[in-house]
């Protein structure tokens, strides 16, 4: 008699690895299409509101399906790769897929764009949790790499050292650093040199001209959002800062596993973890390089689709582990 562990992993099971691999291919090259299609605006014009909202949906549920598939991969007692492993990784995502939506809510309901916002806690926690499961993946395997292996993963956090340290000395401290390279004269001219009277002073009734009361309404907020926003402001750069040290430790933890793994049973299953780390390192770099060019960064920006493609990737590694794993113990009891 089957067990419930066979019928959840067999090809006829929709959370089967070969289904989650199609629906993921699919959804990821949806997504390019949405993000090179869409992505493009004006110059001074945003994105509108329902391409946000797209790429908000598009982000969020591959993490939602890679929480529940790791979930998946802590409850069955046959992963190989260890459960704690699966639990560290699966929280990780389910702390990613809060801060999407905490960060969601904080840029498109309330209309703020924060340096730090509340969803920089999910964020980092993420982090933490990502990090403690790739590194229970490491510890219990003798790292027997080769040379040229050794050498891959110092020339990979050499290179990612390399960038990252570069950004974190390019990046403004300020926000006036944005304005260093432009004279005081060639300023003081240009702002004063684009306020119109009409929008500066009040109307003979005496109420604000429609273009003040205009952009009134566009930044108005809650006033306690405001306040948390100023309180959290002072934290920006150490909480820049560790990203960038997160995303390059987890750069260096991602290849060795990829190379520790390489050839072995679960090697796909692992790939597919690296890549997922890759892409993740991408899009927050491309964010932290805009940043350092004290370019206004936007969401929805064409990079921003590696957080999909970092989603859909930890997805189908949780799948195809749980596929190898389940195999790997009906083949062992078959032998006996």
């Known amino acids: 008699m089957s067990s419930s562990v066979d019928k959840a992993s067999s090809p006829q099971s929709p959370l089967s690895g070969q289904n989650v691999v199609y629906v993921g291919v699919a959804w990821s090259v949806l997504s390019l299409l949405f993000f090179l299609l869409f992505s493009i605006t004006a110059p001074g014009q945003e994105s509108p509101f329902w391409y946000l909202i797209g790429t908000y949906v598009l982000e969020i549920l591959p993490f939602l399906a ?5 979930y998946r991969n802590w409850r069955s ?10 639990l560290g990784i699966g929280l990780g995502m389910l702390c990613y897929l809060i801060a999407g939506l905490l960060f969601g809510w904080w840029e498109v309901v309330l209309g703020l764009d924060p340096d730090v916002s509340p969803a920089d806690l999910f964020y980092l ?33 050499a290179a990612g050292i390399a960038f990252a340290v570069w950004i974190l000395l390019a990046t403004p401290t300020t926000p006036d650093n944005a304005n260093a390279n432009i004279p005081p004269g060639a300023t003081q001219e240009t702002v004063t040199g684009t306020t119109s009277p009409q929008a500066s002073t009040p109307t003979a009734s005496g109420e604000a001209s429609p273009a ?15 306040a948390v926003e100023d309180t959290l402001s002072p934290l920006s750069r150490p909480v820049n800062f560790f990203y960038i040290v997160a995303d390059v430790f987890l750069l ?8 520790a793994f390489w050839g072995g049973r679960f090697a796909q299953s692992w790939r597919m973890i690296a890549a997922a780390t890759f892409a993740l390192y991408i899009a927050d770099m491309g964010f932290k390089y805009v940043e350092a060019r004290a370019v206004e960064y936007e969401s929805g920006g064409l990079l921003d689709v590696f957080y ?28 006996t």
């Open 308 to 335: 999909v493609f970092s989603g859909v990737l930890v997805a189908i590694g949780a799948a195809l582990e749980y596929d190898v794993s389940s195999r790997s113990r009906r083949g062992g009891r078959k032998r």
């Open 212 to 226: 003040i009361a205009e952009e009134s309404e566009e930044t108005q907020a809650p006033s306690w959002a405001i």
């Open 125 to 157: 926690v993420s982090y933490v949790f990502l990090g403690w499961g790739m590194v229970l993946a490491v510890l219990p395997r003798r790292l027997n790499l080769e040379m040229w292996q050794w050498a891959t993963v110092a020339a990979i956090a």
């Open 252 to 259: 260096i933890i991602a290849s060795t596993l990829l190379l």
């Open 77 to 86: 007692p046959n992963i190989a790769s260890g459960r704690n492993v699966w």
């Open 66 to 70: 890679a929480t529940l598939l790791c």
